[in-house]
């Protein structure tokens, strides 16, 4: 009989007599630490894994040529003009990254209470959309609707009278996804919490034969704290009056966020999002077993700015941090993650692989 078999036969553990009641001959049967004791076994019991194959590359542009210009908030990070950013995401596109979604970056001017500058199809993020539908064909590019760049308020929807309008966002929303669309983007972002938008949305773009653009919903997005250094990054900071509690989330709710992905689903959203990502991860969890359809996590400006602050002052390791923050999300049950470090994770992902 082999060991094996033996340790099968073995009577029943006396009645327990010291407080290690799983231990039988004074010893455990059951070792959990042997499946860790060596990297080969680590390696074939790791239950979840982050590949490059999962990252979305977030990117903040501004208008000009040549630019590049640091976000003090988020060390590393810059706001890139469009031919640094074409430059930016063949690299990404060449370490395997499938997809960047861009943020547009303006200075006051030409901000109005409706956001109305989005419509100017000369824009920075029409253009750099353009060119990278040219150059780099199969790279995913993704952009947001939502007013917040565009407008003097810094808020994501037409403000009249205090109110941020419903209706009347969407119905700008869907002119400015119209222009998107027209550009080259592929995946379309609604991150503004709007009633009914997916819906609306969908139903335009299908109206103008753009049936194929695909719906990344911002599904379960909360009023955090944690978007704080994206202010700063949109050239936003100071800008926002009040607060966007009366269209985003309470950090506090859980079944609100189930039937927020309930009605995105239905009207046709084709990706939903969690964000924050981090601190949300019971929601990310929660959408995936209840829903089953493909979750996006976002770890946002604060979170990267939390990792690159602490790691600043001594007292985290980025690389491991930021691997350990995606691997987490994966663990979550996201399908993919929107991150400023994806080129950063790329890199140390195609370097592990030893590609
Ligand atoms: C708003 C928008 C925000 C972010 C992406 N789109 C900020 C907000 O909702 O106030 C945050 C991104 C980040 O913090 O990284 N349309």
Redesign the pocket.
Known sequence: MTAALKNLFRPAAAPATTKFSAQVGGFPRTRMRRNRADEWTRRLVAEHRVSVDDLIW?VILVEGQGVREPIPSMPHICRLSPDVLLEEAKQAHGLGVPALAI?PAFGPEGKDATGSMCLNPHLGIYRAIRSLRRELPTMGVIA?V?L?PFTDHAH?GVLRDGVIVNDDTIDIMCKQAHLLADAGCDMIAP??MMDGRIGALRDYLDDQGYENVRLLSYAA?YASG??G??RDALKNKGLLKGD?KTY?MDPANTDEAMREVALDVQEGADLVMV?PGMPYLDIIHRIKTSFGVPVVA?Q???EYAMLRAATEAGWLDYPRCLMESLTCFKRAGADAIVT?AAIDAARILVKASGI
Do not use: R, T
């Open positions: 977030a943020f947001d939502a917040d994501d991150s503004d997005k944690f978007y250094p994206y966007k985003q964000k976002f946002v400006s604060g400023y």
